[in-house]
């Protein structure tokens, strides 16, 4: 972005609002959905800047507008803020109309009433009587807050959306604080209500970001979010596709609902997923696009009414695939597709959503359970222990989704050996699988031996165990903290070793309390009375414990997982 058509600078709430700048929400932009969480949070963070010897000043974080001429602003993020912060200027005019009706100073405070009116919420039209207002709401909101509550009259309650119901609530919320807080003071409470505006615009500040257009604005959006800035993104791409229908004048009961179907989407996906979720979709069917290009690829695709109803028909289509993919266990999915997706949302691997979308739309169920299958043991060899780089096996998926796309007949087969350069060779898996460690003070990394072992077990003993029971835990022959008995392991070694995958085996919960951190001739006969086949023959193979056993020990278990996590055609 070039300084021309991004800038930023921080402001205070009065400077933001005064100079005859306007704010507007853009048109389907989300409802007013502050609650009195929200609300509690920012009236403490007033009151602590007001306060003596309170803060001089409070941060209210990032606000994002979008402006051609620097008068007329889009709140592309921030109007939840803004919105509040109105609410709380609006109270404090209502208790000035009260003390003006008590009788107590009037004239002085109702020009106190009116000046705080035109600086903060809007000229009054002397005329018509109508407010021409600094902050326009969205479509859904505007209406109540122009007509009801700007002018600061009857509130009623029948009839209306919950986003304004929660304006109305919130308007009522400060304006009974706002009145507690002006009884409680000394002195004139017109004057108290005037203070507490004045200081209230002085100190509240915002670092204001003014970018030219909806692109720019996603850049900064993908800046902020990069730095732990939760921004919500959905809200941009959402503008940007109803603007294009709005533009081509689509029927007021067809944009309805259409919005019904997308908050329907972003309800279930939950805002922060909606971005990954796009991007997978949007990789399942077209050309290959990162995320930071996402939006503008989007910008320069869908352009029209048809290409919005496409992209949406296609997202409802492939959502259930991500939601299985993302949440297995409230998915419809049979146990051994579930099994499949709770273990790559284990591995935390997401490079493969875009080949198992169109795995799942286009090939018969046995065929997409091999896709899948085979996309888990990838994600083993490539990902889990060979912690390889992503970015290429990420081109190697979506290659083979768009096999699937352009070739309606290909099969399992095919798209299992186009996969062929992100799956690590026998050899190689086995090398790497023999030196890995894997930390298990990490819960993660704990779920991934225990799956490992359980794996080996299975292979090597016949039984099959749930790796996530209870009833066993990891045992580190080699203890995590050694005490008396480990003299033949070094510092260095102890450090080197205990987390070596050879080190560890499954033993019952109780036993492995009872040894703890004992001398390996203690623990052995434990664990040769364990019902683990491979923790018995840890025991009986190996008269003392030493760096070199556990090294023979990893490679013999490196021989066994590469005949486990194996996918035969590429072997």
């Not at 008068?71 to 939840?80: A, E, L, N, P, R």
Request: proline fraction near 3%; charged fraction near 25%; hydrophobic fraction near 35%.
């Amino acid at each position: 972005m070039s300084a021309t058509n991004f800038k930023t600078e921080n402001n205070t709430y009065r400077k933001l609002i005064g100079n005859g700048l306007t704010y507007q929400i853009p048109r389907f932009q989300r409802d007013y959905s502050w609650t009195s969480e929200e609300w509690e949070d920012l009236w403490s963070d007033i009151l602590g800047t007001i306060q003596e010897g309170g803060e001089p000043a409070h941060y209210m974080g990032y606000l994002v507008l979008q402006s051609q001429d620097e008068k007329c602003f889009d709140v592309i993020d921030g109007q939840q803020r803004l919105t509040t912060l109105s609410l709380i200027v609006l109270s404090i005019l209502k208790n000035l109309e009260r003390v003006v009706e008590e009788g107590k100073n009037p004239e002085q405070n109702k020009q106190r009433l009116e000046q705080i009116r035109n600086t903060y919420i809007g000229y009054l039209d002397p005329v018509t009587l109508v407010t021409r207002s600094k902050l326009t709401l969205n479509r859904n909101n505007d209406s109540y807050f122009q007509t009801y509550l700007v002018p600061l009259g009857h509130l009623p309650v029948r009839g209306f959306r919950a986003s304004e119901h929660g304006l109305r609530k919130a308007f009522e919320w400060y304006e009974k604080r706002v009145r507690d807080y002006a009884k409680k003071q000394d002195g004139d409470e017109g004057v108290v209500l005037a203070r507490l505006v004045e200081t209230m615009s002085d100190r509240l500040f915002f670092t204001v970001i003014n970018v030219t257009d909806e692109l720019n604005a996603y850049k900064v959006f993908e800046t902020l979010n990069a730095r732990g800035v939760r921004l919500s993104s959905t809200d941009l791409l959402k503008n940007y596709l109803f603007s294009v229908l709005h533009k081509q004048n689509e029927h007021p009961n067809e944009m309805k609902v259409l919005e019904d179907r997308w908050e329907s989407m972003v309800t279930r996906l939950g805002s922060e997923s909606f971005p990954d979720f796009l991007r997978s979709h949007w990789n399942s069917r077209n050309t290959f696009v990162r995320q930071s290009d996402l939006f503008k690829t989007i910008r320069n695709k869908v352009n029209d009414r048809a290409a919005v109803f496409e992209l949406l028909r296609g997202m409802e289509e492939d959502m259930d695939t991500y939601l299985a993919l993302t949440n297995p266990e409230a998915s419809h999915w049979d146990a051994t597709l579930r099994n499949y997706a709770k273990l790559l949302q284990m591995f935390r691997v997401r490079q493969p959503f875009p080949l198992v979308m169109a795995a799942n739309r286009a090939l018969p169920k046995e065929q997409f359970i091999a896709v899948l299958r085979a996309c888990v043991m990838i994600a083993f060899r490539y990902n889990v222990i060979g912690n390889l780089p992503t970015n290429e096996q990420e081109r190697e998926y979506y290659a083979a989704a768009q096999k699937i796309n352009r070739e309606s007949a290909v099969g399992a087969a095919q798209v299992i050996g186009s996969l062929r350069e992100i799956y690590p060779a026998d050899e190689a898996f086995k090398a790497t699988f023999a030196d890995k460690i894997i930390r298990t003070t990490d819960s993660r990394n704990n779920r991934i031996v225990r799956y490992i072992l359980c794996e080996i077990e299975r292979q090597h003993g016949g039984h099959d165990y749930d790796f996530e029971s209870d009833t066993f835990n990891i045992e580190h022959v080699l203890p995590q903290n050694p005490e008396n008995g480990w003299d033949m392991f070094s510092d260095e070694e102890v450090e080197s070793m205990v987390y070596r995958i050879g080190n560890m085996a499954l033993l019952e919960k109780g036993a492995n309390k009872d040894i703890a951190n004992a001398a390996y001739i203690v623990k052995q006969p434990v664990l040769q009375a364990s019902a683990f086949e491979l923790t018995k023959k840890l025991a009986k193979e190996n008269a003392d414990w030493k760096p070199a056993r556990i090294e023979a020990r990893q490679k013999y278990l490196a021989k066994v997982a590469a005949s486990i996590w194996r996918i035969d055609q590429l072997s």
